[in-house]
């Protein structure tokens, strides 16, 4: 059993997508950076991404109630054990024996946004979930595999999807020669940024006229413009359908790094082919699986 102990930030539970509910208004979900909780699931000894937690900025404080096989993986951070006068790091990414008793602990997140902790077996939530996040809050215990691992470790900057100052976008069914201000930029995120969407700060670009629109599909990814002239872009968690313009969508390749993009950080974007767009994609996806493949196969358990 894992019980949280503190929680500083945003936490959550996420697992793999669950197909077929998007018609009932249930969002994608999942985890905000695949590979990220990919990697970390499969240093765990995993198939796939069981339920696994999920945090913002700063890591939770976690007890074990009984011996643990874990993995931590996303962007670099302080890890420690600790019980009673005795403390032992823990180098991240990787995996380790989280003892019973002992409180894992960590700090900030000096760059990237989400952190990914991995339990062999998988975490266990309290309550049955219809869709792929489930809330964490301070005081909640969460059922877990009894295990131990053989600790490993990957390079620091390995294993997440880091952001880069561009990202790409395809035009969207409103894409105009006005919304084309998009990719001016450059951009900043705003701190009212979470799983559904991230603000973005700016030069506001002209809106379109909006009176009398119906809502449409959107997807995580999707860049909509509010009358603001502000875009918002939706994340894993946003809705399913929206009646601001859909002026361009965040390409699959890129959807990880905008994940871990944090409050004040800066891109701008740039318009890809939809060639382009599904040749990144198919390039990602076979990256993606040769690693958390290779991870795999070097076993250890």
């Not at 875009?231 to 399913?240: C, K, N, R, W």
Request: a positive charge.
């Amino acid at each position: 059993m894992i019980e949280v102990a503190r929680m500083p930030g945003p936490c959550r539970l996420v697992r793999d997508p669950v197909a077929g509910l998007r018609h009932l208004g249930v969002p994608r979900g999942g985890p905000a950076d695949r590979l990220a909780c990919s990697v970390a699931n499969a240093l765990a000894g995993n198939r796939g991404n069981p339920w696994t937690m999920e945090f913002a900025l700063v890591a939770p404080a976690l007890r074990a109630r009984t011996s643990l096989a874990c993995a931590y993986s996303g962007p670099p951070l302080e890890l420690v054990l600790e019980s009673g006068g005795a403390s032992r790091p823990i180098r991240v990414p990787g995996s380790f024996t989280w003892p019973e008793g002992w409180l894992l602990r960590g700090g900030a997140l000096s760059t990237g946004a989400r952190g990914y902790l991995a339990v062999s077996g998988g975490i266990e939530p309290s309550a049955t979930a219809l869709g792929a996040a489930i809330r964490v809050e301070p005081g909640d215990r969460f059922g877990a595999r009894e295990g131990r691992c053989r600790t490993r470790h990957m390079a620091m900057d390995f294993g997440w999807s880091k952001p880069r100052d561009v990202l790409r976008v395809v035009a969207g069914s409103d894409f105009t020669a006005e919304l084309a201000g998009l990719l001016g930029g450059p951009w900043t995120v705003s701190s009212a940024s979470d799983r559904m969407g991230i603000r973005l700060e700016g030069a506001p670009v002209p809106p379109r006229h909006a009176a009398d629109r119906l809502s449409e599909p959107v997807e995580p990814g999707t860049v909509q413009v509010p009358g603001g002239g502000l875009p918002i872009i939706l994340g894993v968690d946003g809705q399913t359908i929206g009646g601001y313009p859909r002026a361009a969508h965040v390409i699959d390749a890129d959807l990880d790094m905008l994940g871990q993009l944090r409050p004040g950080d800066r891109f701008r974007m740039r318009l890809a082919s939809l060639g382009e767009a599904c040749n990144l994609a198919q390039e990602r996806l076979r990256a993606h699986g040769a690693l958390v493949l290779g991870i795999a196969a070097s076993g250890g358990w």
